[in-house]
T-cell receptor
Framework: GAVVSQHPSRVICKSGTSVKIECRSL??????MFWYRQFPKQSLMLMAT?????????EQGVEKDKFLINHASLTLSTLTVTSAHPEDSSFYIC?????????????FGNGTRLTVT | DAKTTQPPSMDCAEGRAANLPCNHS???????VYWYRQIHSQGPQYIIH???NNETNEMASLIITEDRKSSTLILPHATLRDTAVYYC?????????????FGGGTRLMVKP
């Protein structure tokens, strides 16, 4: 089945630094990938939609200059949290689907737990 | 996308069937019902989806009522590893740009 790989699974960084998270579709091509964020005891919230070869679309309230998304190829999207602060500590999850298969479901990576100290 | 309503939590005895209900009374004709689950500290895992016919795969069965206003996910023989939050999501059909909107889900606790 379709596999989405996310790296790193866990990262700790100091306040003010930037962190890059990678999301790869391993056995299919994805023109669109989605980035979610999940705070403790809450559900997943969509942050942005990453589109291959074009600008990402951000949900209301998500700062595009803080959460930089690059989708340079059909198998890789990256999320960079710039100038991270403790309130950015969260569980970040990406997802993608195989657009070549009719109505294929979204598959999710295993998430990246970011802790900003 | 149509909104869904699920009970916040359920218990199930190990080895018994777990029946997880979901209401989606405002579902549109082109919207599918998807089920995902999230085990603690992991990304959501796809389980099954359907439009109007009942569906079965190696993980579960999905029963959709004739009027499509509700559905039930059935785990036929629940194990301790099935303890997770289960999300019922309704989403329009094939479109690469269609994301999933997660609600609160049902926290299923499988007990020995």
């Amino acid at each position: 089945g379709a596999v989405v790989s996310q790296h790193p699974s866990r990262v700790i960084c100091k306040s003010g630094t930037s962190v890059k998270i990678e999301c790869r579709s391993l056995d299919f091509q994805a023109t669109t990938m989605f980035w979610y964020r999940q705070f403790p005891k809450q559900s997943l919230m969509l942050m942005a939609t990453s589109n291959e070869g074009s600008k990402a679309t951000y949900e209301q309230g998500v700062e595009k200059d803080k959460f930089l998304i690059n989708h340079a190829s059909l198998t890789l999207s990256t999320l960079t949290v710039t100038s991270a602060h403790p309130e950015d500590s969260s569980f970040y999850i990406c997802s993608a689907r195989d657009a070549a298969i009719y109505n294929s479901p979204l598959h999710f990576g295993n998430g990246t737990r970011l802790t900003v100290t | 996308d149509a909104k869904t309503t699920q009970p916040p939590s359920m218990d199930c005895a190990e080895g018994r069937a777990a029946n997880l209900p979901c209401n989606h009374s405002t579902i549109s004709g082109n919207e599918y019902v998807y089920w995902y689950r999230q085990i603690h500290s992991q990304g959501p895992q796809y389980i099954i989806h359907g439009l109007k016919n009942n569906e079965t795969n190696e993980m579960a069965s999905l029963i959709i009522t004739e009027d499509r206003k509700s559905s039930t996910l059935i785990l036929p023989h629940a194990t301790l590893r099935d303890t997770a939050v289960y999300y019922c999501i309704v989403r329009a059909g094939d479109n690469a740009g269609n994301m999933l909107t997660f609600g609160g889900g049902t926290r299923l606790m499988v007990k020995p």
